[in-house]
């Protein structure tokens, strides 16, 4: 890992099939304020996982070639942490 990155791990559960998966983010972002005085910090990624590791195999071809539906699926993680 990288200076201004956290692992971020759990189980990611997609169509009934449960993955451990790990997740580096960039952050966190320092300390912020908001109007009621708490703390917060951000974190942020984007990551590609296998949607086949879930058991989603479903695809259809298409006329003109090639598949409907591609592989990859893209994962976004906004992670807010509020100091209470």
Do not use: Y
Request: with cysteine.
């Amino acid at each position: 890992m990288r200076d201004g990155e956290l692992s971020v791990e759990g189980d990611l559960t997609i169509h009934g099939v449960t993955r451990q998966v790990i997740f580096s983010v960039e952050g966190p972002t320092p300390p912020a304020k908001d109007p009621w005085v708490t703390r917060e910090w951000r974190c942020r990624r984007r990551q590609k996982i296998n949607r086949k590791d879930f058991g989603l195999t479903w695809n259809s071809a298409l006329e003109t070639g090639g598949i409907l539906v591609g592989e990859e699926v893209t994962i976004t993680l906004d992670v807010q942490f509020v100091k209470a």
